[in-house]
């Protein structure tokens, strides 16, 4: 390879993306409800899906302004959205933010499981032997609470319809484990069996089930993690770089498309190829 070149992409950003042709509305007179969409990998997912579309009704939990921001953006573009409060780990909550995303957009065609329910310092990042049983507990609960929650108030909706697609994001984690990440690999792989076990039981009704498992993402809460582990994690990417909150969200916008309409079960793993090291 040559030198210059590896030194040119070996870095934690990306390069400016070239001047984009128009979107396809593939998303027209779709109705999605993304979690966790105030910011990053959510924000994002809202975006593409509104400018291709969709309809769409961005949930936060405590970051009303962020939510409003990208609700803005989308208006702006001409899109349609809506801002729905609502923690993913409260039931109530959960039966109040999707009944309003249908009183104010229509029923729901595509759900993304963005929020984990979690806090950015919750997730204790330390030895196994370092963690008490709480530490696991909290993050594997919140966790599955916010996919259990959430698919328990959308699915029987799509089932009855006879259509609609499910996006989870997952982490790589779950298929390449990492030393510290013990909460956050067991709950990423409990997302990727709830993902494959709904597959095959909601499948039959004309409902996909996916997921997508990104490594480490330049969102805000990136700037937590210190510039050298950053830059580490982009060296061992074959592509020499971070991923960012737009890359997940194509390949979320992809298996919620028609694009994928034979794809159910599927754990895309969005990694830039550091699975390949």
């Not at 070239?18 to 809202?46: D, K, M, N, S």
């Not at 962020?66 to 959960?94: K, L, S, Y």
């Not at 020499?240 to 498309?257: K, M």
């Given at each position: 390879?040559?030198?210059?070149?590896?030194?040119?992409?070996?870095?934690?950003?990306?390069?400016?993306?070239?001047?984009?042709?128009?979107?396809?509305?593939?998303?027209?007179?779709?109705?999605?409800?993304?979690?966790?969409?105030?910011?990053?990998?959510?924000?994002?997912?809202?975006?593409?899906?509104?400018?291709?579309?969709?309809?769409?009704?961005?949930?936060?939990?405590?970051?009303?302004?962020?939510?409003?921001?990208?609700?803005?953006?989308?208006?702006?573009?001409?899109?349609?959205?809506?801002?729905?409060?609502?923690?993913?780990?409260?039931?109530?909550?959960?039966?109040?933010?999707v009944a309003a995303a249908r009183a104010e957009?229509?029923?729901?065609?595509?759900?993304?499981?963005?929020?984990?329910?979690?806090?950015?310092?919750?997730?204790?990042?330390?030895?196994?032997?370092?963690?008490?049983?709480?530490?696991?507990?909290?993050?594997?609960?919140?966790?599955?609470?916010?996919?259990?929650?959430?698919?328990?108030?959308?699915?029987?909706d799509m089932v009855a319809r006879g259509g609609?697609?499910?996006?989870?994001?997952?982490?790589?984690?779950?298929?390449?484990?990492?030393?510290?990440?013990?909460?956050?690999?067991?709950?990423?792989?409990?997302?990727?069996?709830?993902?494959?076990?709904?597959?095959?039981?909601?499948?039959?009704?004309?409902?996909?089930?996916?997921?997508?498992?990104?490594?480490?993402?330049?969102?805000?809460?990136?700037?937590?993690?210190?510039?050298?582990?950053?830059?580490?994690?982009?060296?061992?990417?074959?592509?020499?770089?971070?991923?960012?909150?737009?890359?997940?969200?194509?390949?979320?916008?992809f298996l919620a498309s028609q694009r994928a309409?034979?794809?159910?079960?599927?754990?895309?793993?969005?990694?830039?190829?550091?699975?390949?090291?």
């Amino acid at each position: 390879m040559n030198p210059a070149h590896e030194k040119r992409v070996s870095r934690t950003s990306v390069p400016e993306a070239a001047e984009q042709p128009p979107e396809p509305a593939e998303f027209a007179g779709r109705v999605a409800l993304v979690t966790g969409a105030g910011q990053g990998i959510g924000a994002a997912t809202a975006r593409i899906l509104a400018a291709r579309g969709a309809r769409v009704a961005v949930n936060y939990h405590k970051s009303e302004d962020r939510a409003r921001e990208v609700v803005d953006a989308i208006r702006r573009r001409g899109g349609e959205a809506v801002a729905v409060q609502g923690d993913v780990t409260d039931p109530g909550q959960v039966t109040a933010l999707v009944a309003a995303a249908r009183a104010e957009l229509g029923p729901i065609d595509v759900l993304v499981l963005n929020a984990a329910g979690l806090g950015a310092h919750e997730a204790r990042i330390a030895p196994a032997t370092n963690l008490a049983w709480e530490d696991l507990e909290h993050v594997v609960t919140q966790q599955l609470k916010a996919l259990f929650l959430t698919t328990h108030a959308v699915l029987p909706d799509m089932v009855a319809r006879g259509g609609g697609s499910v996006v989870a994001v997952g982490a790589a984690l779950a298929r390449r484990p990492a030393p510290r990440f013990l909460p956050v690999t067991v709950a990423k792989a409990g997302v990727e069996a709830a993902v494959r076990t709904l597959a095959l039981e909601v499948g039959p009704h004309g409902v996909r089930v996916n997921a997508v498992e990104p490594n480490l993402i330049l969102t805000e809460l990136a700037r937590f993690i210190p510039e050298e582990q950053r830059r580490a994690a982009a060296e061992r990417a074959a592509l020499r770089r971070n991923g960012t909150p737009e890359d997940v969200a194509e390949v979320i916008a992809f298996l919620a498309s028609q694009r994928a309409s034979y794809l159910t079960g599927s754990c895309l793993v969005a990694d830039g190829g550091t699975a390949l090291a």
